[in-house]
């Protein structure tokens, strides 16, 4: 009973940590329309950055995100503005080759950069933990789990009463009519892909801190991202934190049950079940 | 026009099928390489060229050819021969069991179900006994590189019949019209599931049957490699690369990406892949149809075509 619960813990630990990990590929997804399979990538990216501000800089990996973010916002923009923005209109193998592209790309600079060995982010604190009766919550992953979910209910937040979230919700349904209003689609799409970037840096930063990176970890990453969007559904940044919560106490539970192997079958067995019976997600609108 | 379109092509598949014996052994196995991704270029370019569904899951049909031929000469001891047409049934039947659900997906969602579904394959065959689970199975060795590389040329000039004649049958208009437009297509009397599932179920025959000669030629099968997603992207990039929806397109998208390939990571052999994704980033914005509409078009229209292209799905 006490391992069960202290399974059902590290499972939403993990989960909220995956939640803030799909955000920005649904978001940019939901809104833009692009399926952006280097968003693993720049996780990774945002991991190392992450890395790169503690080990030569000494800032705290918490401290650093919104450097972090901020850093992946404006990579965002930039590639949106020169060079997604002059596919978005292509057919959708090509936004979803050039984004696999992107990812080959970056896959190969991280690893010019710094190599392949694995890296972690072990600020003094990474051991602590507390007791919370006979369930342990390690410190590090505590703490991400509360920025994670803090920058979803923000996500929420912000696309619901920000006058730019707005923007952004009126572009996802009708492109043209939000022009209309006086959208600057160019500029709109540049700013939600910043936005999608700033949340993969973000995430990148916390998963250094519980997990180790290396260059090639994106994939599985967008994989993964994947399937959160799908079960959680593309509307909405809450249905994307339940997906996350799921799928980590889904994957935490085949680990002590089945076998570790088992992990990502579940996730994409899931996946799959999920797609036939509600393509738009457990939380998304009926198809 | 047509008869010397029909000289050339035979003159060039005699030049490709003469490479055994004027090539070096370094070439010849480069070929094989080539041309079995070459026909997965092709076998694809059915169901996402014409059909317009973009599967991600065509990887699995390699696996499952793979897995066919060794487990009939491995743990049966039967022929070659007995195992490519076991890898058929395997592909068959995953695409008659698995297509109906799964082509009733749309769009991107179609896309990743079919990604998922190859990871799960990975997964399952890992823990099948039959298959030699994590271990692998080893195929009994035939040092016989011309054999298959003549065997992969045919297969792939089957294939690309195939799609000759698909491009002026009755089902492959019906493939078109479902890419246009499924509703209308519908409407117009198309079986579309029929349409759908018999198009998946093609593409996948051609692919397993790749993925069986490569299994005998390489020896050697785990679940990781048989599997690999990468592939399923190599062959859409191919397709796409050459020209999706066309005859000859994925052929010539596999031949040249596959020389590029090669020619960078023999040359600059750290950054080769880097310049890789480059060449893949540029192609999709300035040439989004493939190298075939640009030997069509930029004639007329010189540099030009670039712009165009790009003013045409820029936002």
């Known amino acids: 009973m006490d391992l069960l619960a202290q399974i059902l813990v590290n499972g939403i630990l993990l989960g909220g940590l995956y939640a803030v990990m799909a955000q920005g590929l649904a978001l940019v997804w939901g809104v833009l329309n692009i399926v952006n399979l280097a968003h693993g990538a720049f996780i990774m990216l945002g991991a190392y950055a992450s890395w790169y501000l503690y080990t030569d800089l000494g800032v705290d990996p918490f401290l650093g995100l919104p450097i972090t973010a901020a850093a992946l916002f404006v990579l965002g923009y930039a590639l949106q503005r020169g060079l997604l923005n002059l596919v978005v209109r292509a057919p959708m193998f090509n936004t979803l080759l050039i984004t696999f592209g992107l990812e080959v790309v970056l896959t190969y600079l991280a690893q010019l950069a710094f190599s392949a060995d694995f890296r972690t982010i072990n600020p003094p604190y990474a051991g602590d933990s507390y007791a919370l009766g006979p369930v342990t919550l390690p410190m590090a992953r505590l703490a991400a789990f509360g920025v994670a979910v803090a920058l979803t209910l923000g996500m929420w937040l912000f696309l619901l009463h920000s006058r730019l979230g707005r923007a952004i919700r009126a572009t996802a349904q009708n492109l043209v009519a939000a022009r209309l209003y006086g959208v600057e689609p160019r500029h709109l799409y540049a700013v939600t892909f910043g936005l999608g970037l700033a949340l993969a840096g973000a995430a990148g930063g916390l998963y250094g801190t519980v997990s180790q990176i290396n260059p090639y970890i994106g994939a599985t990453l967008t994989a993964k991202c994947f399937a959160i969007s799908i079960i959680g559904g593309l509307d909405n940044p809450l249905g994307v934190l339940v997906g996350g919560l799921f799928l980590g106490i889904i994957e935490s539970l085949t680990t002590l049950y089945v076998g570790p192997t088992f992990a990502d079958v579940a996730s994409f067995g899931i996946l799959v079940l999920v797609l036939f019976l509600r393509p738009s997600g457990l939380l998304g609108r009926a198809a | 026009m047509s008869a010397r379109r029909a000289i050339l092509a035979l003159v060039a598949l005699a030049a490709l099928a003469g490479v055994p014996w004027y090539g070096s052994d370094v070439l010849v196995q480069f070929g094989i390489n080539t041309l079995l991704l070459a026909v997965l270029a092709q076998g694809w370019n059915i169901i996402g060229g014409y059909a317009g569904?973009?599967?991600?899951?065509?990887?699995?049909?390699?696996?499952?050819?793979?897995?066919?031929?060794?487990?009939?000469?491995?743990?049966?001891?039967?022929?070659?021969?007995?195992?490519?047409?076991?890898?058929?049934?395997?592909?068959?039947?995953?695409?008659?069991?698995?297509?109906?659900?799964?082509?009733?997906?749309?769009?991107?969602?179609?896309?990743?179900?079919?990604?998922?579904?190859?990871?799960?394959?990975?997964?399952?065959?890992?823990?099948?006994?039959?298959?030699?689970?994590?271990?692998?199975?080893?195929?009994?060795?035939?040092?016989?590189?011309?054999?298959?590389?003549?065997?992969?040329?045919?297969?792939?000039?089957?294939?690309?019949?195939?799609?000759?004649?698909?491009?002026?049958?009755?089902?492959?208009?019906?493939?078109?019209?479902?890419?246009?437009?499924?509703?209308?297509?519908?409407?117009?009397?198309?079986?579309?599931?029929?349409?759908?599932?018999?198009?998946?179920?093609?593409?996948?025959?051609?692919?397993?049957?790749?993925?069986?000669?490569?299994?005998?030629?390489?020896?050697?099968?785990?679940?990781?490699?048989?599997?690999?997603?990468?592939?399923?992207?190599?062959?859409?990039?191919?397709?796409?690369?050459?020209?999706a929806g066309t005859v000859l397109g994925p052929v010539v998208g596999a031949f040249s990406l596959s020389a590029i390939s090669e020619l960078l990571s023999s040359e600059i052999t750290s950054v080769a892949g880097l310049f890789f994704g480059m060449v893949i980033v540029a192609a999709v914005v300035l040439m989004p149809r493939g190298l075939a509409d640009v030997l069509r078009r930029y004639r007329k229209s010189g540099w030009r075509y670039f712009i165009e292209n790009i003013r045409m799905h820029r936002l």
């Open chain 2, 53 to 243: 569904y973009a599967s991600f899951g065509n990887s699995v049909f390699y696996g499952l050819g793979s897995y066919g031929v060794a487990i009939a000469m491995v743990q049966w001891e039967l022929p070659f021969a007995a195992g490519l047409a076991l890898g058929v049934v395997f592909a068959v039947a995953f695409a008659l069991l698995l297509g109906m659900p799964v082509l009733r997906l749309r769009g991107h969602y179609f896309a990743i179900a079919t990604l998922a579904l190859a990871q799960v394959m990975t997964a399952i065959v890992s823990n099948i006994e039959l298959a030699g689970q994590n271990i692998g199975l080893v195929l009994p060795p035939l040092n016989n590189d011309p054999l298959f590389y003549e065997l992969s040329l045919g297969l792939l000039v089957l294939a690309t019949l195939t799609v000759a004649w698909l491009t002026r049958s009755k089902f492959g208009f019906g493939l078109i019209a479902i890419r246009e437009n499924e509703e209308g297509a519908a409407v117009m009397g198309v079986n579309t599931t029929l349409y759908k599932v018999a198009a998946f179920a093609l593409s996948g025959v051609f692919s397993a049957l790749a993925g069986g000669i490569h299994a005998y030629w390489i020896t050697f099968l785990d679940p990781e490699s048989a599997f690999d997603i990468s592939l399923n992207v190599k062959m859409i990039i191919m397709a796409v690369f050459g020209g």
